[in-house]
Nanobody
Framework: QVQLVESGGGLVQAGGSLRLSCAAS????????MGWFRQAPGKEREFVAY????????YYAFAVKGRFTISSDNDKNTVYLQMNSLKLEDTAVYYC????????????????WGQGTQVTVSS
């Protein structure tokens, strides 16, 4: 069984920054793709970014490219999402996910999910 635990969410003003963490346990992740998704109230869960566990490959949604950075620390089995220049529309619950298949932007491409962490951006 794989466990993913997110942390680092909170309330921040527009233009500010937050760093989310996702601690993984239960399996080695050397061949997993790790992703971040988000879900705003009344909306579907959407892709934010993914990273190969080796860290050699990253990909971002257009809405966050240039503002968010995904990274990983293999020694700590942790994936991060650095979020800068936050906007009101970034408000959502952010989820960490792991996929042992090919890297994907699709929700159904991921096998394990964390419980989510709330990010609220205020004006």
């Amino acid at each position: 069984q794989v466990q993913l635990v997110e942390s680092g969410g909170g309330l921040v003003q527009a233009g500010g920054s937050l760093r989310l963490s996702c601690a993984a346990s239960g399996r080695t992740f050397s061949r997993y793709t790790m992703g971040w998704f988000r879900q705003a109230p009344g909306k579907e869960r959407e892709f934010v970014a993914y990273i190969s566990w080796s860290g050699g490959s990253t990909y971002y949604a257009f809405a966050v490219k240039g503002r968010f950075t995904i990274s990983s620390d293999n020694d700590k089995n942790t994936v991060y999402l650095q979020m800068n220049s936050l906007k009101l529309e970034d408000t959502a619950v952010y989820y960490c996910a792991a996929a042992h298949g090919m890297a994907s932007e699709e929700v159904h491409g991921y096998d394990y999910w964390g419980q989510g962490t709330q990010v609220t951006v205020s004006s």
